[in-house]
């Protein structure tokens, strides 16, 4: 019993400690979600060339603006920065899909 308590207060530090580090990283600040950060690889760039128009088109305004705003070294104001509960990881459905289709062809050449 004593075990889960430690382990569902662990899990609330942990999830503090994300929150805490989400609001230090700034990106929140312009606007931006933590797909829109991600390190270009060509696994990125597939997932991106994937998603719906809505999707892209919503990332790409959001990119658009924060380089904007960082050329005036401005944010925005507190009640438009992203929200960390509201951050979603909209492009890992199309990583994850990305990394399969990878992994099958790794797989498929390996046999063949």
Do not use: C, H
């Given at each position: 019993?004593?075990?889960?308590?430690?382990?569902?207060?662990?899990?609330?530090?942990?999830?503090?400690?994300?929150?805490?580090?989400?609001?230090?990283?700034?990106?929140?600040?312009?606007?931006?979600?933590?797909?829109?950060?991600?390190?270009?690889?060509?696994?990125?760039?597939?997932?991106?060339?994937?998603?719906p128009e809505d999707v892209y088109n919503a990332r790409a305004f959001r990119i658009k603006r924060a380089l904007d705003l960082d050329m005036k070294k401005q944010v925005l104001p507190k009640e438009q920065w992203t929200k960390f509960?509201?951050?979603?990881?909209?492009?890992?459905?199309?990583?994850?899909?990305v990394w399969r289709e990878k992994k099958e062809k790794q797989e498929w050449d390996s046999r063949y």
């Open positions: 019993m004593a075990s889960r308590v430690a382990a569902k207060q662990s899990g609330g530090v942990f999830r503090m400690l994300q929150k805490w580090y989400y609001e230090r990283a700034a990106f929140n600040q312009i606007g931006l979600m933590r797909d829109d950060v991600l390190r270009e690889t060509d696994d990125v760039k597939e997932a991106v060339k994937r998603l509960e509201e951050d979603i990881r909209y492009l890992q459905p199309y990583l994850d899909e």
